[in-house]
């Protein structure tokens, strides 16, 4: 398992070479990249010295090595001097934003709790609509409950969610006036009513995420569940007469759920970029909604940051899910 | 003595044979969901199609006198304007008569990509043992990709650029068609290979061998039928999260110019008379999870047809 582990960490890292290079190259071949940006009025020896000074002239290799640099060694070195006082970064230059000119690392840490909260949570919620839909409807197929809760699944999942999120703003806050159609970032948590006003807010967004991730893992689980109901184990387990509870939940349900718990953890990076939407609809002040921004404003460092992390994110849960494979199921051996 | 046969056993070997398609239509007209979706697309694309005959009103069409303009803005459902008008004066049900016709030729012509695409690199991966590794790995890599980020990225910064060759509108097609097809043929590959491999185990590919079939015509002749379904079912998916990842696009002010309806871009220009014209938004994205939702029915159903083990059950 540990060979196998360090295997797949060495892997990942052509990988994210690969994927850093893609942005980057992408966004550098661009004709829409980045100096266009500068009104035409601007005589051509300043545009120059601009260009100079955003370090834009360099040739392309230089700068992809300055970045990897940067984020590899540089941010890292900055993240250890701010948690044990250390003095590895003073003196190297962080990854700066060219719209603030501040660390592009210090705008993501600040954008990353309203992301997370929202999502984490939509997320779990989904999860823990999912699980018992789908178990109840493998374990009654083809009854009422399972018809119902398949057609709901296939409606949940072929929604997009800014229909979704757009039809709950007119129901709650346009015509029912309960919830605040607009994320409000400063409201800090004090008390019980600043608690209420935060959940309310939240309410709408962790909803349209958590119906639409409900309604692909709920698909999921039926059909593991359905699978696993039909094993020769199940049976003799039922003639042993311990019991329908115990069958189901002990036998089954454990061996059914292998498979889910993979396609849970392979589905949080892409929860991640699907909340991009999302974030849009309710207007959160997220690291979608900094993306957008970034991407409007030709903020190169910033898109390519942001996006290599989101790629980060796919390799790292990829890889939980192949670990958690072998942990829950001994038949999968790595060695 | 000679011995006679039944005449129902007679009978059944003189029918004609039934044909594979015969039997996968047999399947799929018993899965109800599969049915009902296959009507309503039907009726979608023939909305989109010939409506545009029948309702003849220009969906670009603004009043050129200005008084006439004005009051011809945000009109309520009528029998002239059957959806209403929207902020211009535009007639709402041609505008969605038009949009449709781009939402799913987009849908249709980036599936197509994608499945070719997906199908070469599997067909190609499973057969040629020699590119397996690399094939793979870079399908691997692919999906390693975050992949609606750098389709904004795409948008976003080849947009201008291809609008200026082409013209805003072909320009736009293009690279979202483009850009949808070259981000999302991964899973069709894999799928592909897969079944590609097994296949090439089998007795007949081993006589087709043997006789010195030439690979081309191997590929052609003997494998590709045989994938057929796979790459049938994955292609009805990509239709639908084409028609998804546009319309996201678009909401996200980074797909088609403004003049230029999708549904996903009048449902875009919608939400910001959403407190007034809620309706503006609600048809656009009706239509849009209606194809959408219709078409994974039709998915299911031919998985399910397609399936030599569920079929004749």
């Known amino acids: 398992m540990l060979t196998y582990m360090i295997r797949r960490l060495l892997l990942a890292i052509p990988a994210l070479l690969f994927t850093s290079l893609v942005i980057f190259l992408l966004v550098d071949f661009a004709p829409g990249s980045p100096m266009s940006q500068i009104p035409l009025t601007v005589p051509p020896d300043v545009r120059a010295r601009i260009v100079e000074a955003l370090g834009a002239n360099e040739p392309i290799h230089l700068r992809f090595g300055l970045w990897l640099y940067q984020f590899f060694v540089v941010e890292p070195a900055y993240l250890l001097d701010q948690m044990f006082g250390t003095t590895l970064s003073t003196g190297r230059q962080r990854i700066l934003s060219w719209q603030s000119r501040s660390p592009v690392m210090d705008i993501i840490a600040e954008r990353l709790p309203q992301t997370l909260t929202v999502i984490g949570l939509a997320y779990v919620i989904g999860v823990l609509i999912a699980l018992p839909i789908g178990i109840y409807s493998a374990y009654r197929p083809y009854s009422w409950f399972d018809q119902i809760g398949t057609f709901v699944a296939m409606v949940g999942f072929s929604v997009p969610t800014f229909l979704t999120g757009v039809v709950l703003i007119v129901v709650f806050s346009v015509n029912l006036g309960w919830l605040p159609s607009v994320y409000d970032t400063r409201l800090r948590m004090t008390g019980w009513n600043s608690f209420v006003q935060q959940a309310g807010q939240m309410a709408m967004p962790v909803m349209v995420l958590a119906l639409f991730n409900a309604a692909e893992i709920s698909r999921y689980m039926r059909s593991s569940m359905l699978d696993t109901l039909g094993q020769d184990y199940v049976r003799t387990a039922r003639a042993t007469g311990i019991g329908e509870r115990a069958v189901v939940l002990k036998h089954a349900l454990r061996n059914a759920l292998i498979p889910v718990v993979t396609v849970i953890a392979l589905g949080v990076p892409t929860v991640f970029a699907g909340a991009i939407v999302t974030e849009q609809v309710f207007r959160v002040n997220g690291l979608g909604a900094l993306l957008i921004n970034a991407l409007e404003a030709s903020d190169l460092p910033m898109v390519q940051t942001l996006t290599f992390i989101f790629a980060v994110l796919i390799v790292l849960f990829n890889l939980i899910a192949d670990i958690l494979y072998g942990i829950l199921d001994p038949r999968i051996r790595y060695d | 003595m000679t011995d006679t046969l039944p005449a129902a056993a007679v009978e059944a070997a003189f029918k004609p044979p039934r044909s594979q398609w015969r039997d996968v239509w047999d399947q799929f007209r018993t899965h109800k969901g599969a049915m009902v979706g296959a009507v309503v697309l039907a009726l979608l694309i023939f909305f989109v199609l010939f409506g545009a005959f029948i ?51 987009v849908g249709l012509t980036a599936m197509l990509i994608a499945i070719l695409l997906g199908t070469t690199v599997g067909v190609l991966a499973g057969y040629f043992r020699r590119l397996d590794g690399p094939l793979m790995r870079m399908t691997d890599l692919f999906l390693a990709l975050p992949l609606l980020p750098l389709l904004l990225v795409m948008v976003l910064l080849f947009r201008d650029k291809l609008a200026g060759v082409f013209g805003p509108e072909l320009g736009t097609f293009l690279l979202i068609v483009f850009a949808i097809g070259v981000t999302s043929w991964m899973q069709s590959a894999r799928i592909v290979r897969g079944e590609v491999l097994a296949l090439k185990e089998r007795e007949f590919v081993l006589a087709a061998r043997s006789i010195g079939t030439p690979s081309r015509r191997m590929i052609l002749r003997h494998i590709l039928p045989n994938v057929m379904s796979p790459i049938m079912v994955a292609a009805t998916l990509g239709i639908a999260s084409a028609i998804i990842t546009e319309s996201a696009l678009s909401f996200l002010g980074l797909g088609f110019p403004p003049d230029f309806p999708t549904w996903g871009r009048l449902l875009f220009d919608g939400v910001d008379y959403l407190q007034q014209y809620p309706e503006r938004v609600i048809w656009p994205g009706l239509a849009i999870s209606l194809t959408v939702l219709s078409v994974n029915y039709i998915g299911d159903g031919l998985r399910d047809a397609l399936d030599p083990r569920i079929r004749g059950r």
């Open chain 2, 55 to 105: 309702w003849r009103i220009d969906p670009a069409f603004i009043e050129p006198d200005a008084v006439k303009m004005i009051r011809s803005r945000n009109q309520p459902p009528s029998w002239a304007h059957p959806l209403g008008t929207d902020q211009l004066g535009r007639d709402m049900l041609a505008r969605m008569i038009a949009g449709g016709r781009v939402s799913l030729a």
